[in-house]
């Protein structure tokens, strides 16, 4: 449903195609609201069908002509109706967490492999968010009340992934300390029972 609210959102700052659309959500939006190019397409399909935009051919030299959309008055409204309504919680989807909840199905060997796996590619998402903050700070443009807005949005994901970061490397760090109590606990019981053996 908010696809649609996202490209309304992004004509809403200037005209675009559907590829220039892909490449801004890759560069914006994508750490909130991500799609696939097909699914742009439909809903840029679908808000011509309504009438929230309307899109024209632009003839390219060499190239296929590329079709630009641009947002509509009706567009416009939907989209500040969508704005002024109350926020509600989303419905949660996460194939990770669901997959970190029943951890204790696989065995201590994968999901430590697979943690230490999320814990690095979430480093690596940290970072680019981080150099993504730096480079719009270097060069603001002209639109500040927006860019507010989307700085507060990078900056709480950023937040959220350092929660997280903290949380793995905590469990990793207490699984590690785990085994070794566990290698050490076998070590002594063995030990124990070899002298008790010899005792008899």
Known sequence: MSLRFALLGLLAVEPASGYDLKRAINRSTYFIWNATGPQIYNTLHNLREEGFITSESK??????????HTI????RAALKEFMGKPI????????VLLRIFFGNFASKKTI???LEAYLDRIRQERAFMETTEARINAHPGGKHEARRFQLLSLR???AQIRAMEQELVRFLADGADRTATERV???AR?????IAQAQR
């Open 72 to 75: 509509t008055a009706g567009g």
């Open 88 to 95: 509600r919680s989303s419905v949660t989807r996460d194939e």
């Open 59 to 68: 003839a390219q030299k060499g190239k296929p002509d590329k079709q630009i």
């Open 190 to 194: 063995s030990r124990n029972g070899l």
């Open 156 to 158: 709480i994901k950023v």
């Open 185 to 187: 606990g076998r070590k």
């Open 112 to 114: 430590k492999r697979e």
